[in-house]
T-cell receptor
Framework: GAVVSQHPSRVICKSGTSVKIECRSLDFQATTMFWYRQFPKQSLMLMATSNEGSKATYEQGVEKDKFLINHASLTLSTLTVTSAHPEDSSFYIC??????????FGPGTRLTVT | EDQVTQSPEALRLQEGESSSLNCSYTVSGLRGLFWYRQDPGKGPEFLFTLYSAGEEKEKERLKATLTKKESFLHITAPKPEDSATYLCAVQSARGYNKLIFGAGTRLAVHP
């Protein structure tokens, strides 16, 4: 139980284009999902909290117009990186909260912007 | 400011050599402390949640303990498949589900 998937697992895009990453909770409904970013050999940094049916809450320093988050259903949240630049290259990981405090993480998406 | 510090940064063990990983935290009202395991190129895998000082949880060769200032992840007789990065995270009472992660301990267990 508590399986979270992400798609795609890897994506390479050109500078200036947009990329959409999907996060799905496969066997449970998640009213809250989270998006993290992880740079090589560093820990996870929370980017935003996504609540079903409402606007996402962004962490300080995260550009909400650049990282668009949509949580349209109880099993799907999407992160769109708009006008991507090489410095946006990173490992993006989503998580979903079940009923308690634990967050269950997806396998991550490796984004490379050339 | 809420903060999590993990030590050591990296640890190399021989198979069967028990050891402990440390997670020190500063948080305004601890709601929960979480341990995750992360393999290279993958998302974190949930291991334990601890809520109050004195609490302990076990799973196979892993045992997590909690005090008011730190948590330990004890690994007993580790095997090579225990090699991974172990992440500690805290949630504060006012954190609205936000997890604050430490930088992790990279564990390598050699046969």
């Amino acid at each position: 139980g508590a399986v979270v998937s992400q798609h795609p697992s890897r994506v390479i895009c050109k500078s200036g284009t947009s990329v959409k990453i999907e996060c799905r909770s496969l066997d449970f409904q998640a009213t809250t999902m989270f998006w993290y970013r992880q740079f090589p050999k560093q820990s996870l940094m929370l980017m935003a909290t996504s609540n079903e049916g409402s606007k996402a809450t962004y962490e300080q320093g995260v550009e909400k117009d650049k990282f668009l988050i949509n949580h349209a259903s109880l099993t799907l949240s999407t992160l769109t990186v708009t006008s991507a630049h090489p410095e946006d290259s990173s490992f993006y990981i989503c998580s979903a909260r079940l009923s308690g405090d634990e967050q269950y993480f997806g396998p991550g998406t490796r984004l490379t912007v050339t | 400011e809420d903060q999590v510090t993990q030590s050591p940064e990296a640890l190399r063990l021989q198979e069967g050599e028990s050891s402990s990983l440390n997670c020190s935290y500063t948080v305004s009202g601890l709601r929960g402390l979480f341990w995750y395991r992360q393999d290279p190129g993958k998302g974190p895998e949930f291991l334990f949640t601890l809520y109050s000082a004195g609490e302990e949880k076990e799973k196979e060769r892993l045992k997590a303990t909690l005090t008011k200032k730190e948590s330990f992840l004890h690994i007993t007789a580790p095997k090579p498949e225990d090699s991974a990065t172990y992440l500690c995270a805290v949630q504060s009472a006012r954190g609205y589900n936000k997890l604050i992660f430490g930088a992790g301990t990279r564990l390598a267990v050699h046969p």
